[in-house]
């Protein structure tokens, strides 16, 4: 279910800050580290750099684009990490 229209997006005060800190000092280039993985990505994050907490590591997300405003920080750190599928099991017994 989708969060009410009256409500505001959510985005975690801590980033606010850290984003609204490296706008007015010129901090461009440093990763903004982010552990809320539900906050949701703002306009006045364009162009700043981001390290998403996966749970185990830090994952480097540049906010380049506008199609990435709306989306959740945690939908560009993945938490788990694929594989593979296993091979054929029957062609290996032959």
């Given at each position: 279910?989708?969060?009410?229209?009256?409500?505001?997006?959510?985005?975690?005060?801590?980033?606010?800050?850290?984003?609204?800190?490296?706008?007015?000092?010129?901090?461009?280039?440093?990763?903004?580290?982010?552990?809320?993985?539900?906050?949701v990505i703002l306009p006045n994050c364009l162009g700043l750099k981001f390290a998403v907490y996966n749970g185990k590591d830090y994952i480097p997300v540049n906010v380049n684009d506008q199609n990435m405003i709306g989306h959740k920080f945690g939908e560009f750190s993945p938490t788990r990490k694929f594989t593979g599928h296993s091979g054929d099991k029957k062609a290996t017994r032959r």
């Amino acid at each position: 279910m989708s969060r009410s229209a009256w409500k505001p997006p959510f985005c975690h005060p801590s980033i606010l800050k850290s984003v609204n800190n490296a706008l007015n000092k010129g901090f461009v280039n440093m990763a903004i580290k982010v552990h809320s993985r539900a906050s949701v990505i703002l306009p006045n994050c364009l162009g700043l750099k981001f390290a998403v907490y996966n749970g185990k590591d830090y994952i480097p997300v540049n906010v380049n684009d506008q199609n990435m405003i709306g989306h959740k920080f945690g939908e560009f750190s993945p938490t788990r990490k694929f594989t593979g599928h296993s091979g054929d099991k029957k062609a290996t017994r032959r």
